[in-house]
T-cell receptor, first 114, second 110 residues
Framework: DTGVSQNPRHKITKRGQNVTFRCDPI?????LYWYRQTLGQGPEFLTY????????KSRLLSDRFSAERPKGSFSTLEIQRTEQGDSAMYLC????????????FGDGTRLSIL | EDQVTQSPEALRLQEGESSSLNCSYT??????LFWYRQDPGKGPEFLFT???AGEEKEKERLKATLTKKESFLHITAPKPEDSATYLC???????????FGQGTTLQVKP
């Protein structure tokens, strides 16, 4: 059973650059979620998809952030014009859509802004 | 506003010393409460789901319980390998997202 896969695991970039992260969910899962986690805090919801439809976006998600899930399989999260405050761990999770099934997380992409 | 609070923030135990972690929540309509374990540099690992007050789940040395206002994660005779951050999260009406507490970092010394 392959779990949720995220790439890259680490990303270091200069302030103002654009970055893109990829998430491959568990194959039979139709829901996919993005969260952000800073040191000492629990994950914070960003957005989620059911199949290819983006159903909810957090108010915390500025217009510099965009997420896609074009064919209902993998997803990408792009951050444009990165800022120091974007430094965090970006986590992806997936779940089955029926009922309230547990979300299974990948090991995240750690973003560091220089 | 939906809110989840975990206590204590940090807990140090000797191996074999049982204890409990608390997760209290204020939400508009609880649909599920989830416990996760997170090791440094890793994503959260799913442990339990609880759906209704009075429900209990067990796995090895861990037991999770749920009331209408809070959940407890009981750790019986912990071992050093139980050292991790334990996260509690809730899922509410009509929403796919999880709302997480800030976590309890557990250290078990041999």
């Amino acid at each position: 059973d392959t779990g949720v896969s995220q790439n890259p695991r680490h990303k270091i970039t200069k302030r103002g650059q654009n970055v893109t992260f990829r998430c491959d969910p568990i194959s039979e899962h139709n829901r996919l979620y993005w969260y952000r986690q800073t040191l000492g805090q629990g994950p914070e919801f960003l957005t989620y998809f059911q199949n290819e439809a983006q159903l909810e976006k957090s108010r915390l998600l500025s217009d510099r952030f965009s997420a896609e899930r074009p064919k209902g399989s993998f997803s990408t999260l792009e951050i444009q014009r990165t800022e120091q405050g974007d430094s965090a761990m970006y986590l992806c999770a997936s779940s089955l859509g029926a009922g309230y099934q547990p979300q299974h997380f990948g090991d995240g992409t750690r973003l560091s802004i220089l | 506003e939906d809110q989840v609070t975990q206590s204590p923030e940090a807990l140090r135990l000797q191996e074999g010393e049982s204890s409990s972690l608390n997760c209290s929540y204020t939400v508009s309509g609880l649909r599920g409460l989830f416990w996760y374990r997170q090791d440094p540099g890793k994503g959260p690992e799913f442990l339990f789901t609880l759906y209704s007050a009075g429900e209990e789940k067990e796995k090895e040395r861990l037991k999770a319980t749920l009331t209408k206002k809070e959940s407890f994660l009981h750790i019986t005779a912990p071992k050093p390998e139980d050292s991790a951050t334990y996260l509690c999260a809730v899922q509410v009406f009509e929403a796919g997202k999880l709302i997480f507490g800030q976590g309890t970092t557990l250290q078990v010394k041999p």
